[in-house]
Every structure is written in C-alpha cells, then in structure tokens.
C-alpha cells in the first residue's frame, strides 16, 4: 500500500494567519491526491481533489498544489470556521490511504 | 439532492457480526461506486474497501480481507457491508462514501456515520 505522510501533526494559529499543510506519498500518485476537512462529530468533506482542483462550494482560501510525491494544502487567511482536522488522501490505487490527519487548533 | 443515509449504532460481542447499510438517493445508483471507510476513537480514517453498484465488483483492504462482504441493493438503491469474527479493534465510527475506481472526484458526498462497538 502507499503510505501517506502528513507534517505538522498539530498547528497551533490565529485566525487571519496562513497556513501551510504538507504531505508525502511513498511512491508517485502523479495528481490522485484529495484533501478533507473533519470536525469532530462530522463526517469529513471534500475541499480540494486531482491535488489542486477546488471542490464546488469550498471558499477561494484554500488551495492545494503539488504532483508525483509532495503536496501542499494552503488556507491563505484562517477564519474561525477552520479550526478543524486535515487529511490528505491518494487514490491513485484503488487501495485508497490517508494521512495520519493534521490538527488546526487555536493559538 | 445527493445524500447516504446510514443504519443505526450497534453494539456487538467479539467473534459476532455486523450488517451496515447505506441508503443512497438523488443521483444515479448505477453510475458510481461506495467506498467504506471507519474511524477508530480519536483516530485517523481508514479506508475498509469499495463496491461499484453497477456490477458488484469489490475491493477490499488487506486488513479486513477474508470478514468483510459488500453487496449491493439496486432496487432500494442500498449497499451494505458486513464483517465477521469482530475485535475489539473494529471498534470505529463506519462511513460510506460515494466513489469512482479511477474518477476524478473521490468520496464527494458521506453518510452520517455509523458507530460500531466490540465489546464483550
């Protein structure tokens, strides 16, 4: 299975800051890369898929870049709706996997 | 609308079973797959494996292969999936989430969650 490998596991911000979310496959999903957004309680949601292309209703501050192996998820300006737990996930193999998830907490 | 709608908590002895159902609407059944996927307290997701509902076919986790079945309702629009000879270790919230096997777009829309619990 490719493994998925997110950094940091914890960010601590303020609302207004931007944020930079990194992640790493352990073999190439060319662009097969997804990011969610979870609160607790909730089932995830979809803010960006193929690695940059932003879900239909997802505001214009998140974004999301890279290819092959390393991707990034950006919040350009954190509001307080937020404040939550990231995964990537690859589906480049039909054996999808996530990363071990990054946590938005406030400063 | 799109939306899976998801059977009730259950709570389970280990070495039993457990049927979940997934309930789709508001799109066409046929055309995309489900993916399942649980989430253990306070943990990450995993990915339990995926059933197209246009044909049956399956994929599943190596993890689970062997107490895990799919199947596919298509005349209630309903996919369920079972697993067998339970642990405590398949204590997890359990969703399903529609999926394409080589689509552009995975697990767009997400069931409310199922909580699973093993317990003797």
């Known amino acids: 299975d490719i493994q998925m490998t997110q950094s940091p596991s914890t960010l601590s911000v303020s609302v207004g800051d931007r944020v930079t979310i990194t992640c790493r496959a352990s073999?190439?999903?060319?662009?097969?890369l997804a990011w969610y957004q979870q609160k607790p309680g909730k089932a995830p949601k979809l803010l960006v898929y193929?690695?940059?292309s932003l879900e239909s209703g997802v505001p214009s501050r998140f974004s999301g870049s890279g290819s092959g192996t390393e991707f990034t998820l950006t919040i350009s300006s954190l509001q307080p709706d937020d404040f939550a737990t990231y995964y990537c996930q690859q589906y480049n193999s039909y054996s999808r996997t996530f990363g071990q998830g990054t946590k938005v907490e406030i400063k | 609308q799109v939306q899976l709608v998801q059977s009730g908590a259950e709570v389970k002895k280990p070495g039993a079973s457990v049927k979940v159902s997934c309930k789709a609407s508001g799109y066409a059944f046929t055309s995309y797959g489900i993916s399942w996927l649980r989430q253990a307290p306070g943990q990450g997701l995993e990915w339990v494996g995926w059933i197209s509902a246009y044909n049956g076919n399956t994929y599943y986790a190596q993890k689970v292969q062997g107490r895990v079945t799919m199947t596919t309702d298509t005349s209630t629009s309903t996919v369920y999936m079972e697993l067998r000879s339970l642990r405590s270790e398949d204590t997890a919230v359990y969703y399903c989430a529609r999926d394409i096997i080589a689509g552009r777009i995975p697990f767009d829309y997400w069931g409310q969650g199922t909580l699973v619990t093993v317990s003797s």
């Open positions: 073999q190439s999903v060319s662009s097969w």
């Open positions: 193929m690695a940059s």
